[in-house]
């Protein structure tokens, strides 16, 4: 397929592979111990397991999987908000797809709809609003979820029906920001990542400016990176480079998509729909200061929890959780506790197994293979999933 | 009074005056008399059906002649849309059953047509549905000898369900079971996978996609009577429908105790059907069928299997995707065109498309 598979050429990657490991040859620091690179977004773990890149790797790279999955990192109280809001009489509530199997503390939105609630799911915030002109008698609700990838497509939707004065459209706006996360991962002591794979999408959308901090102030490279597996080794490479000859900046690999400066009509529409939250709460690592956005005064007629009633109950995540840890790359899903055991994709604890792009929920799916041993009479927990699936 | 009967001319069926059906349409009077003379008996046409009686009554000396065993299945067909690329929930209804009697290497006979009809679907849906069924089990070489019509108010189904019960004989020595999958078999499928999946997908009208894709909704029991011919010993055959190639591949992995391993270069899926898994974040693995199968095959077998599988139109891409390993047993693994392996799991649930 064109545009696709000269991506995905396994020559290409055999060469890369070798380049990586003759610059892993000169990096004294990983002979000590393996080199750890975090990949923030989700988009590249999905394609990491897809593919089965990390088996590809030398055993001197270590990939960390980062916190850029939106649908794992939302708290279990703003789930029972969406359940709430899809409960109301006369409401319909559109979500994109994969966020309709996030657990809450007593249900999914798929478990709601079976229970009556008209919950439906779309592919652009637009369906959402198209929704809402033909059933003028009911209140449409766009669950708005994900980083600055997501965040245009939603506010260029609340301007349109601005435009057409259309009143029975809403936001549930669940919207944050990566790099106020990424500091925080940045500033916890535990920290040993030596460079990070920088989100392509997010960075189509807000540019490249904002990383500087990383190379600046924390001493760390990284490359901005495509989602297709030779855009991953590639910028795997670049990393590597910047290490060898002690480098720490900010470089582009995803050319092709990522402007320097990002998109200005974007960013525009996102800064007259959307403010700073003071602090929003993510599952697995707190809360984080200025990490999420809301609405702003001026389009509080399109703000669902404005309009709307909602529980906003604060939930704690599971005590037995080690997503904090796997997320920071202090330990790999597989060390976790309850991996595999009592946390798994059909019942998930922690907000690592929610969805496929979550790093349990991927290791889970793709990347057992090492943890089972060649010819295994009593092989280590690691339950097949169920027949039928448990919604 | 006997002898009068036989002599009597055969019987004139009723006529069907409604354009849409009512819940008068299953209340057993004769509106529902009409519905089925002249929908479902006037198309099945058939002796053991205008006998009128409540079950079709079989001689079991034909049945010896076939085969030691009698193969036995059911299937529920919910589709939506009714009509689709490739397809209607008719040709699925026969098809489906065909190949759940087909790929256990029973010769599939006779079947049943239960439907529940919501109240205000057109009648020539209906007909049109019948029909289908009638062209598709003639193409299989199966009667419809029996069936049950039910009409539910508005709201209570979704326009209309078909359930098929279906029976058919198997013959002597075939002994294809699913935990039969032995280390250094090879897995073979008919052709491209996913097809049905994505014309359903495309046929909702979501997404605004100009797709050509059509659903592979096709009978296998031609196909594997080939294949049986050319290696009686085929060890095990599973029709790949919801859950794509990935369930069935898994439920062998499981039942055999064994690991399934893919080379997804060899795996055969359109253009088309890439397409739109990438736009989608699907995985073609997982997309359902209605018209593919699994062989697990000797592999001194295999090609020849394949080659007489190509010469039929069932099994024009049929291939070797794969073989059978010991470790890790209950996996399938996939190695991945990039160069990469990873695991091919069960599903947990629908597969949802991501977010971004």
């Known amino acids: 397929m064109k545009y696709v598979d000269e991506f995905r050429d396994p020559h290409k990657a055999k060469l890369l592979i070798s380049e990586i490991q003759r610059l892993l040859d000169q990096i004294e620091r990983a002979k000590q111990r393996p080199l750890q690179l975090m990949e923030v977004c989700g988009g590249h773990t999905h394609t990491i397991f897809r593919y089965g890149i990390e088996k590809m790797l030398p055993e001197a790279l270590e990939l960390v999987h980062g916190p850029g999955c939106p649908v794992c990192v939302l708290p279990i109280g703003r789930v029972d908000d969406c359940v709430a809001l ?15 199997r996030v657990p809450g503390s007593k249900k999914s939105l798929l478990q709601a709809k079976a229970g009556g609630a008209d919950v439906r799911m779309v592919y652009s915030p637009l369906d959402a609003l198209q929704l809402a002109r033909t059933n003028p008698a009911k209140e449409v609700i766009f669950f708005g979820l994900g980083f600055e990838t997501t965040m245009p497509s939603t506010a260029l939707t609340i301007l349109q029906a601005k435009r057409e004065g259309i009143t029975n459209f809403s936001l549930f706006c669940n919207h944050i920001t990566i790099i106020p996360t990424v500091k925080a991962i940045l500033d916890s002591p535990d920290l040993r990542l030596d460079g990070f794979l920088g989100p392509g999408h997010v960075s189509m959308v807000i540019g490249n400016k904002p990383y500087e901090f990383i190379a600046r102030h924390y001493h760390k490279p990284i490359v901005v990176a495509g989602f297709e597996p030779l855009d991953i080794l590639q910028s795997i490479w670049m990393i590597l480079k910047q290490i060898q000859q002690g480098r720490c900046e900010v470089e582009n690999q995803y050319q092709r998509i990522v402007p320097e400066q990002g998109n200005s009509q974007a960013l525009s529409a996102v800064s007259e729909v959307f403010e700073l939250r003071e602090f929003f709460e993510w599952r697995g690592l707190g809360s984080i200061d200025h990490s999420g956005v809301r609405i702003r005064q001026a389009y509080r007629d399109y703000d669902a929890e404005k309009k709307f009633s909602v529980p906003n109950l604060k939930i704690a995540d599971p005590k037995s959780c080690q997503c904090g840890e796997v997320l920071k790359g202090v330990i790999k899903p597989l060390q976790c506790k309850v991996f595999g055991t009592t946390c798994t994709p059909e019942t998930p604890l922690g907000a690592l197994m929610v969805s496929s792009e979550g790093a349990c929920a991927a290791y889970y799916r793709y990347g057992r293979i090492e943890s089972m041993p060649e010819s295994a009479p009593e092989p280590a927990p690691d339950p097949q999933p169920a027949d039928e699936a448990v919604i | 009074m006997n ?4 002599q009597m001319p055969a019987r004139v069926r009723r006529k069907l005056n409604s354009k849409t059906i009512t819940l008068a349409h299953g209340s057993g009077g004769k509106a529902m008399r009409d519905l089925i003379d002249d929908v479902f008996i006037s198309t099945f046409d058939n002796s053991q059906l205008d006998t009128l009686e409540d079950q079709a009554r079989f001689d079991l000396a034909a049945f010896n002649a076939l085969g030691n065993r009698l193969a036995m299945t059911t299937d529920s067909y919910v589709v939506d849309p009714l009509f689709f690329p490739g397809g209607d929930i008719g040709t699925l209804a026969v098809n489906g059953t065909v190949n759940d009697l087909a790929v256990s ?31 598709a089990a003639n193409t299989a070489g199966v009667q419809i000898v029996t069936g049950d019509t039910k009409v539910v108010p508005r709201g209570a189904a979704d326009k209309l ?7 058919g004989m198997i013959a002597e020595g075939v002994e294809i079971h699913a935990d039969n999958a032995r280390p250094g078999d090879a897995i073979i499928i008919n052709g491209f996978v996913g097809d049905h999946g994505a014309a359903i997908a495309d046929a909702r009208g979501e997404l605004a996609l100009e797709s050509s894709v059509q659903s592979d909704c096709q009978a296998l029991n031609g196909l594997i009577t080939v294949m049986l011919d050319t290696c009686p010993n085929i060890h095990s055959i599973r029709d790949a429908t919801r859950g794509g190639i990935a369930t069935v591949l898994n439920e062998f992995a499981e039942s055999s105790c064994t690991c399934m391993y893919l080379d997804e270069s060899a795996i055969p899926v359109r253009q088309e059907v890439r397409g739109l898994c990438e736009i989608l974040g699907l995985d073609p693995l997982y997309l359902a069928n209605e018209g593919k199968l699994i062989a697990i095959v ?22 070797i995707i794969g073989e059978v390993r010991e470790n890790p047993d209950n996996t399938v693994i996939l190695q991945t ?20």
């Open chain 2, 298 to 319: 000797p592999a001194e077998h295999a090609i020849t299997v394949v080659n007489a599988m190509n010469n039929h139109p069932a099994g024009e891409h049929a291939a």
């Open chain 2, 161 to 167: 369900f078909i359930n098929t019960a279906g029976i």
């Open chain 2, 3 to 6: 002898a009068v009967c036989q």
């Open chain 1, 86 to 100: 899809a409960e109301h009489p006369h409401v319909i509530f559109t979500t994109f797809g994969d966020a309709m």
């Open chain 2, 105 to 135: 290497g029973a010769k599939p006979l006779y079947l049943t047509c239960a439907v529940i009809i919501e109240e205000g679907l057109d009648v020539d849906v209906l007909r049109k549905v019948a029909l289908s069924m009638q062209q």
């Open chain 2, 337 to 356: 065109r990039f160069g990469g392996a990873r695991i091919v799991d069960m599903l947990v649930g629908e597969q949802l498309p991501r977010i971004c």
